[in-house]
């Protein structure tokens, strides 16, 4: 008689859509949203895992550590950057024995450099533009802080809705234009991460990606889930 038992490793995939790709050879970045359990332990491993059994030929790890600062509602903007910048720094010594399993030529990028880059100012202005200048736009980026401001409201009933839109709208004006269009014009083919795209990135990119850079800038979203050991044999 055999049984089966669970040893606790976690599987990851990319879904059934990425059957239909081929990813060897391509270009990836792996978006790191510090502070989140699915970029940790042993999903983190099972990610490594995907990464070097899909054959990419190159990965970006991308660290989005002071984007959180803009989350940090109760603090100074000075306080909010020197916490989020250390916690990436955490980050990556926590899980530096990780991310050396990567067995495909890497990189890490942080926040702050994704920011200094001479293509971002460009990519910036045009989607404040079209923030301001369309109303399909401006909705999908509105209802991705919404959903936000619902989930804080959730745990925090007394929460300050107003000053969360504001901080949640900062946000994503600062991450979209890197993580669509930026990576896009630079080349990468995919974007990894463990969730599906928000409302408004997916409207970054039809904007901005779809016809500019046809075949670049796909999403990715990472699966996880338990996997059963070896069958046991009982006496």
């Known amino acids: 008689m055999s049984t089966y038992t669970i040893d606790g490793r976690t599987k990851a995939n990319f879904g059934e859509a990425a059957k239909q790709l081929t990813l060897a050879g391509t270009r990836a970045v792996l978006l790191v949203s510090v502070g989140q359990r699915y970029h940790e332990g042993d999903k983190l491993r099972a990610t490594v895992e995907l990464v070097n059994r899909s ?31 250390r916690e990436g720094d955490e980050w990556l010594e926590r899980n530096d024995k990780t991310l050396g399993q990567l067995s495909v030529p890497h990189e890490v990028l942080r926040w702050d450099e994704a920011l200094e880059d001479p293509d971002y100012a460009g990519f910036r202005q045009r989607v404040e533009h079209a923030y301001e200048n ?46 669509m269009p930026m ?13 599906p795209m928000t409302v408004a990135m997916a409207d970054t990119q039809r904007l901005f990606v779809t016809e500019e850079f046809p075949g670049k800038g796909g999403w990715l979203s990472l699966r996880f889930k338990k996997r059963a050991a070896a069958p046991e044999q009982a006496a």
């Open 183 to 195: 990576w896009a014009h630079q080349g990468y083919d995919h974007i990894i991460y463990p969730q």
């Open 55 to 85: 054959g990419f030929a190159h990965l970006t790890i991308a660290v989005a550590d002071t984007l959180q600062r803009t989350n940090y509602l109760g603090i100074s903007p000075e306080d909010a950057y020197a916490k989020a910048l």
């Open 134 to 179: 369309d109303p399909r736009y401006r909705q999908a980026v509105d209802a991705t802080i919404g959903k936000f401001v619902d989930r804080l409201t959730l745990r925090d009933p007394g929460a300050d809705t107003e000053l969360a839109f504001r901080r949640c709208r900062e946000y994503l004006i600062e991450e979209c234009p890197i993580i």
